[in-house]
Nanobody, 116 residues
Framework: QVQLVESGGGLVQAGRSLRLSCARS????????MGWYRQATGQQRVLVAD???????NYADSVRGRCTVSREDDGSAVYLQMMSLKSEDTAVYYC??????????WGKGTLVTVSS
C-alpha cells in the first residue's frame, strides 16, 4: 500500500523559512510527478509546486521565487523549501504523487501556520 507521510510543518514567524518533507513507502513503482498542494481554511486545495522525474519544476505564482521543490533521485521523498513566509501561506500542505498511468496518491497533510 502506497503511503506518503509529510513532516516539517508547524508555527513559524512571517519572514522565516520552513522545509517540508514527504517520504514515500509501499510503492514498487516510481512516480512521474511529485509535489505539494495546500488548502487554507474555507478554500480549495491548490497546487503549490511539483517536480517531474526528470527534474522539471512548476510553481504557483503565489510562491514562485520563494519556494523550491526537490525530490530524491529514486523518488523516495519530495521536499518543499519555503522562504520569506507570509501569513497567506498558512494552510495544510499535502504531498501528492502521480503514478505514470495517472493514479494520484495523497498524504494526510501537515499544518503550516505563519504568524505575523
Amino acid at each position: 500500500q502506497v503511503q506518503l507521510v509529510e513532516s516539517g510543518g508547524g508555527l513559524v514567524q512571517a519572514g522565516r523559512s520552513l522545509r517540508l518533507s514527504c517520504a514515500r513507502s509501499g510503492s514498487p513503482f516510481g512516480f512521474s510527478i511529485m509535489g505539494w498542494y495546500r488548502q487554507a481554511t474555507g478554500q480549495q486545495r491548490v497546487l503549490v509546486a511539483d517536480i517531474t522525474r526528470g527534474g522539471r519544476t512548476n510553481y504557483a505564482d503565489s510562491v514562485r521565487g520563494r519556494c523550491t521543490v526537490s525530490r530524491e533521485d529514486d523518488g523516495s521523498a519530495v521536499y518543499l523549501q519555503m522562504m520569506s513566509l507570509k501569513s497567506e501561506d498558512t494552510a495544510v500542505y499535502y504531498c501528492n504523487a502521480k503514478a505514470p498511468w495517472g493514479t494520484e496518491y495523497w498524504g494526510k497533510g501537515t499544518l503550516v501556520t505563519v504568524s505575523s
